[in-house]
């Protein structure tokens, strides 16, 4: 039987994998929130939002996490928001310092040293990505406003954030020697992309191109970029940017097609609506018919069975295990 790690590679390379990949099974490393690699100095020195809660983060955005909501999100009433003119950006965005002790990133070594790597990967966790800190800062509206009305300082403000990312992952790979990266950002509703396809490599691209690449010089083998939305037209982009697995593709991007298309270059890991499956009146039917659906129709290569969930959990209790026992069965059937 292949481990958790061997069967994945299998798999994403269409080799002979032995059973479905279990949604987050191979990424969960570590005792932690979502089984990754989520602390070290600078977490610890920024905590981060938890479900329920409201922070300041460290580039001074108020973040709110409502009960039984997804995720979190910044607020941008006019007490709030960061950033009120791009033009004015040097005068108002702060980067947090990254210049901790090596003694702090040493104290985590015993704890990454304990993951057994032929099992699973060393999986880092990151949010959020470079548009999401963009939209983070001055509100989603004025984001995608300005990448039309001041393109320059667009782009100068996605350079100064991916210079932080770049020195950030520098950072982490040194001290943890991660094997994979599980980025967060979204690019999409659940019907489009945020902006089109010319505009997202005009200004993007560029930018994740220098980040993924960073990773993958110093070692990381696998980028997985979270993704919960509408984004079959930026697929060969993905592919472009180095992402070797885009998790998140809800169903309105017909994912089969794009495992057709593209499998091979790149794979892909969810297809499994929350919408349909994480509800407060949710059912072990609509998961297991879900969950038999995703397979039949995508296959066993490129494809990983997931939630679109930007990790392993859910927003409504049991979802997320009920979804694994159904996957399981599911290997046992097929293979």
């Known amino acids: 039987m292949l481990t958790k790690r061997q069967n994945l590679l299998e798999t ?14 191979a990424f969960m490393c570590q005792p ?19 479900r329920g809660g409201k922070i300041k983060n460290a580039w001074g955005v108020t973040i709110f996490w409502p009960e039984n909501v997804p995720g979190a999100f910044p607020m941008h009433d006019d007490e709030h928001k960061v950033l009120k003119d791009i033009t004015e950006w040097r005068k108002v965005v702060k980067a947090p310092p990254l210049d901790f002790p090596q003694k702090e990133w040493d104290k985590f070594k015993p704890s990454l040293d304990a993951i057994d790597r032929n099992e699973l990967f060393a999986t880092l966790f990151n949010a959020p990505g470079i548009f999401e800190q963009l939209h983070y800062l001055m509100g989603m509206d004025d984001c995608l406003a300005n990448f039309y009305e001041e393109p320059e300082a667009m782009k100068e403000l996605i350079n100064f954030v991916t210079e932080w990312q770049i020195n950030y992952a ?16 979204d ?22 191109k220098k980040l993924y690449g960073c990773y993958k010089s110093k070692g990381v083998e696998l980028i997985v970029h979270h993704n919960d939305a509408y984004s079959a037209n930026l697929v060969p982009s ?18 089969p097609e794009l495992v057709k298309k593209y499998g091979g270059k790149i794979s892909f890991m969810g297809d499994i609506d929350n919408g349909i ?8 039917e609509v ?8 397979v039949t129709t995508n296959g066993k290569m490129y494809y990983i069975p997931c939630c679109t969930m930007g990790g392993p959990e859910s927003s409504y ?5 009920a979804l694994s026992e159904e996957i399981d069965k599911l290997s046992k059937e097929m293979f």
């Open 32 to 50: 932690t929130r979502y089984g990754m690699i989520m602390v070290n100095p600078y977490v610890e020195a920024y905590p981060a939002i938890t």
């Open 170 to 185: 520098t950072l982490l790979c040194e001290n943890f020697r991660p094997d994979a990266l599980f980025q967060h950002d």
């Open 238 to 255: 993905m592919i472009e940017m180095g992402i070797d697995i885009w998790q998140g593709p809800v169903t309105t991007n017909n994912t």
């Open 287 to 294: 998961l297991a018919a879900e969950a038999r659906r995703a």
């Open 12 to 25: 994403i390379r269409g080799g002979n994998p032995d059973r479905f990949v279990n949604q987050y099974e």
């Open 317 to 321: 209790p049991g979802v997320y295990e």
């Open 277 to 284: 499956i994480d509800r407060v009146d949710w059912t072990r």
């Open 187 to 208: 690019w999409g509703s659940h019907r489009s992309s945020f902006i089109s396809p010319a505009m997202f490599d005009e200004f993007l691209v560029p930018a994740y």
